[in-house]
């Protein structure tokens, strides 16, 4: 006799199934094994699928699972079955009917959408309920797949007679009713919001009719599948065959429609906007509304979609006289100073309306629209300005005139002579621009210029730990670093053996290599005080130290492409750190900043020199060169003659590089920039021209590469580039150019939002790399906002803003005017309103030329505040040839308010 795999092998189905019988339920859970361990590998390349070895494979595997549980985890999970469960029948009728019962209740747990068998799998549980009368499974997914099954025009081909089944005739309803499971299954159908009834509608009204269903329960279902199209009355009544539906059923349909409406106005207020289209075809009444008045007040809060559903069901309920005048004011309190113009426009029309209905409410409904007076666009407040015209002559109270007078202060200056001319002068205690521009408003409010935050060398050894660990959890920490590494030199020498029991906590950690050599970059070599650290105490070298790692084969190539600048500078500077503190040659360093930014102040750097040559000691020769370009230049004649008083070689040099003036400065303005007239540059990114300094610095070569061409990689490493070189803030800006996304950085690059303040913080001229890197991202992204008000308003405060070229650089790279507005107007807003007009002014020309841009009306807008705030006069031809056209759009509108403040 064969065995199983034998018979799987000549593809013998009926000789597997005649095999099995043979077998007991112990010999046959022993063959599971064998039949893995032979058939598992390659299978999908040894037979093609279907196939009678593929067929006959599955009957032996399911065969060999003795557990019902087991076998229908295989077949849930079975790479692929045949089309029909004959096969599968024959197995199971090898077991008892309780295995049979069990197997049924384990396919009834499936869940049916994770299974490539669904119809096998309900077709063998069918089949085993109607053989035996086990107990009628009632989950979800079973009367799901029921419904389906029944619902199949075209049944199994080849299904077996011995497979028992529904009927395969007639249509569903004929199924249905033929059906021993329907009594059952059908009215659990009808209950289960999970179950998909609609395509079965008609048939279920049949069922009804016949009590096999309860109709209550069927309104109750089709109501609720209606949320999603137009629940009628009359549109359930003909799904329902066309019979009306009665008073008690009217009830039920009344009920189900608030309880539906209330779940879903829960959702909508926990945030979500979905349940808003099933709210909308719901079409529930004024009066059916009105018990959930405080929900519909609370979405005035919510999202702008949210919002303006909310806003629609208030005014049907105002319309029908549900509302309270103080719930209109606390909705126009919720509503009129929203930023979306539709929904503020859509409640000012709804004040008009109600002004015009109800006489006796005008004052309330003017001060209720005198909100809008607030507002930051200049259109919606002219809006409310026109209303509070149109239906003041109904107005008799003095204190509402008063109030309204009073709200008049916060209008756009542009606007102000037309409220004064309508509402009366304000009182003497009025102020806002109403009253005319004051001295205070006419004069900028900018922010103090503190200087850098000073910096001091360590005192104790103890001391130089603490900062050590900072850096290391702190990579960008430029201060820490120069602490530290100062600290270790300084105090080496001092006192060696207490630096190096306060650094043991520190170094227990070893910081090797990690994972793997390619997951190391060079913008991490500040890091690299480790090593600096590991030379106090005398440490065995590590494997990545510093001063080994380009001795590397594998990445001697690598080592030769990455030539970044600010890092190559750092690798010196700590490499030879550790050689001063094997040699005790150097006390200090030179080169520890006084300043938070880097800088070394002169007189600092005299006396640290001064005290060099007293000790007979010879500057480190890259400790002095970070030293001379971080010195701050100086007119002082007394730190001028300190200096020339000095004899040896590095204070000659420090003599003649204060007198020099430091590192020579090179202008980054593009070549093809058009400096008489910026406004005129064409569209483009304009990025700042090549710093690269044309001079032969006295200082050697990774020192002098600080100021030389720009390679692929200077972008990086920008947060210790800053502090190398603190006097040439121009020049920095434009080698960072391509600085902007952090997504792009690896860590130790300056992400955008960090990049502007510390250019803020630098010395030197901020020329047009500067102006640049503040232009670029006044229409970009928003998170970047805050930095970027801040360093125009350090840099007017500065008295180094130049409007004409920051105008010409934002117009030639504008992309979204009503970001960029946001952000003028957030600046402004600080009380820098000359500043800021300054800009548009040199600005509007180009951005009103032929097609004014978009945006236009807000740019406009803002440029009225401006202008009245700081006192401008005078005319910008373009503003006024807009003013002259024809036409009410706020671009138009916005610039006869501007022509009119202009020339007042």
Same mark, same amino acid.
């Not at 112990?26 to 279907?50: C, D, M, T």
């Not at 985890?73 to 008892?96: E, H, K, P, R």
């Not at 096999?212 to 069927?218: A, F, P």
């Not at 066309?242 to 008073?247: K, Q, R």
């Given at each position: ?7 799987v ?16 339920a ?8 064998p039949l893995?361990? *032979? ?7 040894k ?9 006959a494979?599955a ?7 003795p557990?019902?549980r087991?076998?229908v ?9 045949t ?12 077991y ?7 197997l ?10 994770g299974?490539?068998?669904n ?14 009368g ?11 797949q029921?419904?389906m ?15 028992l ?6 249509n ?11 009594p ?12 998909g009834? $609609?395509?079965y509608?008609?048939?279920l009204?049949?069922?009804?009719a ?9 309104i109750?279902?089709?109501f ?12 359930a ?13 009217q009830d039920l349909?009344?009920?189900?429609r ?12 926990r945030g979500?906007?979905?349940?808003l ?12 509304n ?13 999202s702008?979609?949210?919002?303006a559903?909310g806003?629609?069901?208030l005014l049907?309920?105002?319309g ?7 719930v209109?004011?606390?909705?126009c309190?919720r509503?009129?100073?929203?930023p ?14 109600v ?9 309330r409904?003017?001060?209720d629209?005198?909100?809008t ?12 300005l ?8 109904a107005?008799t ?8 007078r009073e ?14 001319e309508?509402?009366?002068p ?6 806002g ?14 922010p103090e ?5 000073p910096v ?6 103890a001391e ?11 990579r ?6 120069e602490?530290a590494?100062?600290?270790l ?10 630096l190096s ?5 520190v170094m227990?950690r070893?910081?090797?290599l990690?994972?793997s ?8 070599t ?5 090593d ?6 005398g ?5 990545? *130290? ?19 600048p600010?890092t ?14 094997? $040699?005790?040659a150097?006390p200090?360093?030179l080169?520890?900043?006084?300043h938070a ?5 002169a007189?600092t ?15 480190a020769p ?8 971080r010195?701050?230049p ?5 730190v ?8 040896s070689?590095a204070g ?16 980054t303005?593009?070549?093809k920039?058009?400096a ?6 064409e569209?483009g ?17 990774v020192?002098?590469?600080l ?17 190398q070189?603190?006097?040439h ?6 080698r960072l150019a391509?600085t902007?996304?952090?997504q ?15 250019l803020m913080?630098?010395?030197?001229t ?9 232009a670029r ?6 998170k ?22 920051f105008a010409?650089?934002?117009?030639a ?33 180009a ?20 202008a009245?705030r ?10 006024d040839e ?6 009410s ?16």
């Amino acid at each position: 006799m064969m065995n199983l795999i034998e018979l799987v092998e000549a593809g013998d189905v009926q000789g597997v199934l005649g095999a099995l019988r043979e077998l007991t339920a112990e010999q046959r859970a022993a063959q599971a094994a064998p039949l893995e361990a *032979h058939f598992e590998p390659g299978l999908g390349n040894k037979w093609v699928i279907p196939s009678p070895q593929w067929q006959a494979l599955a009957a032996a595997r399911m065969g060999s699972r003795p557990r019902p549980r087991d076998a229908v985890d295989w077949l849930v999970n079975a790479d692929y079955l045949t089309l029909t469960c004959g096969w599968m029948v024959d197995i199971t009728n090898l077991y008892s009917t309780e295995w049979r019962a069990e197997l049924v209740a384990c396919i009834a747990a499936q869940s049916w959408w994770g299974s490539l068998h669904n119809g096998l799998l309900f077709e063998l549980a069918e089949h085993i309920i109607l053989d035996t009368g086990c107990p009628l499974p009632t989950s979800d997914e079973f009367i799901r797949q029921w419904l389906m099954n029944r619902a199949e025009r075209r049944w199994r081909p080849g299904r077996p007679d011995h497979v028992l089944g529904g009927p395969r005739d007639g249509n569903l309803l004929a199924r249905l009713r033929n059906d021993p499971f329907t009594p059952t299954l059908l009215p659990l159908a009808v209950a289960s919001p999970k179950v998909g009834v $609609s395509a079965y509608r008609k048939d279920l009204v049949a069922f009804a009719a016949k009590g096999v269903i309860d109709r209550d329960m069927l309104i109750r279902r089709t109501f609720l599948d209606l949320t999603r199209r137009t629940p009628a009355v009359q549109v359930a009544e003909k799904l329902l065959a066309g019979e009306p539906l009665s008073p008690s059923e009217q009830d039920l349909v009344a009920r189900t429609r608030a309880e539906l409406a209330g779940s879903l106005i829960s959702d909508v207020l926990r945030g979500s906007p979905r349940p808003l289209t099933d709210l909308q075809a719901l079409a529930l009444t004024p009066a059916e509304n009105a018990p959930l008045l405080r929900d519909h007040v609370a979405m005035l809060d919510r999202s702008s979609l949210i919002a303006a559903y909310g806003q629609e069901v208030l005014l049907d309920l105002d319309g029908a006289g549900l509302l309270e005048a103080d719930v209109l004011t606390e909705i126009c309190e919720r509503v009129l100073l929203r930023p979306e113009k539709k929904l503020v426009g859509a409640q000012l029309a709804w004040l008009n309306r109600v002004a015009k209905r109800d006489a006796t409410r005008t004052g309330r409904i003017l001060t209720d629209a005198a909100l809008t007076f607030q507002h930051s666009d200049v259109g919606l407040q002219e809006r409310a300005l026109n209303l509070v015209a149109r239906h003041l002559p109904a107005v008799t109270d003095e204190q509402v005139l008063s109030d309204l007078r009073e709200a008049a202060a916060s209008l756009n200056p542009g606007l102000t002579t037309r409220a004064t001319e309508l509402l009366g002068p304000p009182g003497q205690d009025a102020t806002g621009p109403s009253a005319g521009p004051s001295d205070e408003l006419l004069r900028d409010i900018l922010p103090e210029m503190p200087e850098p935050a000073p910096v001091r060398p360590i005192d104790t050894a103890a001391e130089v730990a603490p900062e050590v660990a900072v850096l290391l959890a702190d990579r960008e920490n430029v201060v820490a670093f120069e602490r530290a590494l100062d600290g270790l030199v300084r105090h080496a020498r001092l006192d060696r053996g207490t630096l190096s029991k306060a650094l043991e906590p520190v170094m227990r950690r070893k910081r090797d290599l990690p994972g793997s050599r390619w997951s190391w970059t060079p913008l991490d070599t500040q890091l690299d005080v480790y090593d600096v650290a590991a030379a106090v105490r005398g440490d065995e070298p590590r494997t990545w *130290h510093v001063r080994l790692r380009h001795e590397d084969p594998d990445l001697r190539a690598f080592w030769a492409a990455m030539a970044i600048p600010p890092t190559d500078m750092l690798k010196a500077r700590l490499t030879e750190a550790i050689e001063l503190i094997e $040699s005790d040659a150097q006390p200090y360093l030179l080169a520890l900043p006084t300043h938070a930014n880097g800088a070394v102040d002169a007189a600092t750097l005299v006396e640290r020199i001064t005290e060099f040559e007293s000790l007979g000691i010879t500057p480190a020769p890259i400790d002095l060169a970070q030293a001379l370009l971080r010195v701050t230049p100086t007119d002082d004649e007394r730190v001028r003659d300190a200096a020339d008083a000095l004899r040896s070689n590095a204070g000659r040099r420090l003599a003649r590089w204060l007198d020099q003036g430091g590192a020579p400065h090179r202008d980054t303005t593009p070549e093809k920039w058009p400096a008489d007239n910026p406004i005129g540059a064409e569209p483009g990114r304009w990025a700042p021209a090549d710093p690269c300094t044309d001079h032969d610095l006295p200082l050697p070569p990774v020192a002098a590469a600080l100021l030389g061409p720009s390679g692929p990689y200077t972008s990086a490493g920008g947060a210790f580039w800053f502090a190398q070189l603190p006097h040439h803030r121009d020049e920095m800006a434009a080698r960072l150019a391509n600085t902007r996304s952090p997504q792009v950085a690896t860590p130790a690059t300056i992400p955008s939002p960090r990049l502007l303040p510390r250019l803020m913080e630098m010395h030197g001229t901020a020329g047009y790399a500067t102006h640049w890197q503040i232009a670029r991202r006044l229409d970009g992204n928003a998170k970047e906002e805050d930095a970027v008000v801040d360093a125009l308003l350090v840099l007017a405060a500065q008295g180094q803003l130049d409007a004409r070229l920051f105008a010409g650089q934002w117009q030639a790279l504008l992309r979204t005017p009503a970001r960029a507005t946001a952000v003028l107007r957030a600046a402004a807003e600080t009380g820098a309103w000359a500043t800021v007009w300054s800009i548009l002014e040199a600005a509007l020309p180009a951005l009103l030329r032929d097609k004014a841009v978009n945006g236009a009306g807000a740019i406009l807008a803002l440029a009225v505040e401006c202008a009245a705030r700081s006192g401008a006069k005078g005319s910008i031809p373009e503003v006024d040839e807009m003013a002259m056209r024809k036409g009410s759009s706020q671009t138009m509108k916005n610039a006869r308010l501007l022509r009119d403040v202009l020339r007042s």
